[in-house]
């Protein structure tokens, strides 16, 4: 044994010793037993096979990744058409300058304030930043993403009316209400759907008010739908839910606030939103950002989940920044929590105040102005062609929009794919045609790329037919 002796293998390699210790001292036998409530037909029977058979050196771990990194397909010229909540955008280098500083990158939550300023100030402009962008007054700084904040508010309406009914209207993004079911099933709620009119795609204010009662906590709307229609006037969506002392809650698209009114300027109490077109790239579908903003009124701040970072001042009298509200599960008691968040979205956080500062207001209006522009001469382009309806619903849309084929969308995406294009997201999976699909375009695509993928669409449709 090279000298090592008995008792040195013993405390450095406790192993099955310490099992078996364990295991005496709770009076089983075998650690199997620990597993008896699950089904045997779910126990494996041997070892899985995963690995490689044996451990890789640095060198032979680089070759596999550059292998299977060879196989991925990806789509710069020209960027991605895919709708879906998940868009391409330019991300400034500066962004990534930014928060790849160490005291950013490998920070986590700002347990200690006085060793934490700089990180705690970068997360309040964060907050004031999206407050000024949403007209609403108190910001939180640790949502996961848009789905999860949407889901948080519901929850968290449910907590301030101590009502359990939720009634969500228009086109809500499928995924959305997979997450907002999942997350409000322990909780009692009863979630009503009102669909969206089928001649513009948006809510359908006649049917929300027969629907929302004095049992209803929350009336929820995304706004642009996921349908990509956006509606002019969803201060009346706001009355109904007020007139039945409701909470309000919209999910909006961050972007599209350069040209389109604020949430809280029409009546929203809660307003979410998935914070990715704010310098985040589209990193494989994550991380995230969650925003998550309230109109001032106590029990609303009370109950919001997460955190909050306030200014204040030191002991002498110096400006600082601490956590002033910091309601999770790790902060005090669980049952007496607001939100189980753990994980820390402060890096994304920062990199959504960075991008929103190099913008500034003229900026934001002047991008948001370029993606209508380009989205709208997409949507243009692709009506001309023979059988082709874009949009598909008569409303107005930001960035996204619905598009339906005069035959099976799936082969036009294959044709586009073979030929280096990623086109709309495909309806079909979600159940609303195979015909139909979400297109997007954004800042990042040129009338050239536009025309190309219009010219490729009508080949595709050419040999279809």
């Not at 096979?49 to 550059?66: D, K, N, Q, T």
């Not at 925003?291 to 110096?318: H, N, S």
Request: glycine letters at 10%; one cysteine or more.
């Amino acid at each position: 044994m090279g000298g090592v002796g008995k008792r040195a293998i013993e405390r450095w390699a406790p192993g099955v010793r310490e099992r078996e210790r364990m295991l005496r001292a709770i009076g089983v036998s075998d650690a199997m037993e620990l597993y008896r409530d699950v089904p045997r037909n779910l126990l494996l029977s041997e070892a899985p096979r995963i690995g490689f058979g044996s451990p890789l050196s640095e060198w032979e771990l680089r070759r596999l990744w550059e292998d299977l990194m060879g196989r991925v397909r990806m789509y710069i010229d020209p960027p991605p058409f895919m709708g879906g909540g998940w868009c391409p955008h330019f991300v400034p280098a500066l962004v990534w300058a930014v928060i790849g500083r160490s005291e950013f990158y490998s920070a986590y939550t700002p347990y200690q304030p006085e060793i934490n300023q700089g990180l705690l100030q970068a997360l309040f402009e964060y907050q004031s930043l999206i407050a000024d962008l949403v007209e609403l007054d108190v910001v939180n700084a640790s949502m996961y993403d848009g789905s999860t904040a949407a889901a948080e508010a519901l929850m968290m309406a449910m907590r301030v009316t101590r009502r359990r009914k939720i009634v969500v209207v228009g086109s809500v993004h499928p995924e959305y209400m997979e997450v907002i079911r999942t997350w409000l099933s322990g909780r009692g709620a009863r979630i009503v759907e009102v669909p969206p009119r089928g001649d513009t795609g948006l809510a359908d204010v006649e049917q929300a008010e027969k629907t929302v009662d004095g049992e209803t906590a929350a009336v929820y709307m995304e706004n642009p739908g996921f349908n990509g229609a956006l509606d002019p006037e969803p201060e009346t969506l706001a009355e109904v839910a007020h007139r039945r002392g409701a909470l309000f809650v919209v999910r909006f698209e961050p972007l599209s606030l350069g040209i389109v009114k604020p949430p809280g300027r029409y009546g929203a109490d809660i307003a979410v939103a998935e914070g990715q077109p704010l310098g985040l790239g589209m990193n494989y579908g994550g991380p995230g950002l969650g925003v998550f903003a309230v109109r001032w009124d106590r029990r609303l701040v009370r109950q919001m989940p997460g955190r909050l970072i306030g200014l204040t001042r030191d002991a002498e009298g110096r400006r600082a920044f601490t956590m002033i509200l910091q309601t999770r599960e790790q902060h005090i008691r669980r049952e007496k929590a607001t939100s189980n968040i753990t994980t820390n979205e402060a890096l994304m956080a920062i990199a959504a105040a960075v991008y929103l500062s190099l913008l500034g207001g003229a900026g934001l209006r002047e991008l948001a102005r370029s993606i209508w522009l380009r989205s709208h001469y997409l949507a243009k382009r692709l009506a001309g062609l023979d059988g082709v309806s874009a949009p598909v619903f008569n409303a107005e849309f930001f960035k996204e929009f619905t598009v339906e084929f005069p035959t099976d969308y799936l082969k036009v995406h294959s044709e586009l794919k073979r030929r280096g294009l990623l086109g709309g997201l495909p309806l079909e999976r979600f159940g609303m045609g195979e015909r139909r699909a979400l297109f997007c375009a954004t800042e990042l695509h040129s009338r050239r790329d536009i025309d190309r993928l219009v010219d490729a669409i009508a080949d595709a449709l050419g040999a279809a037919r």
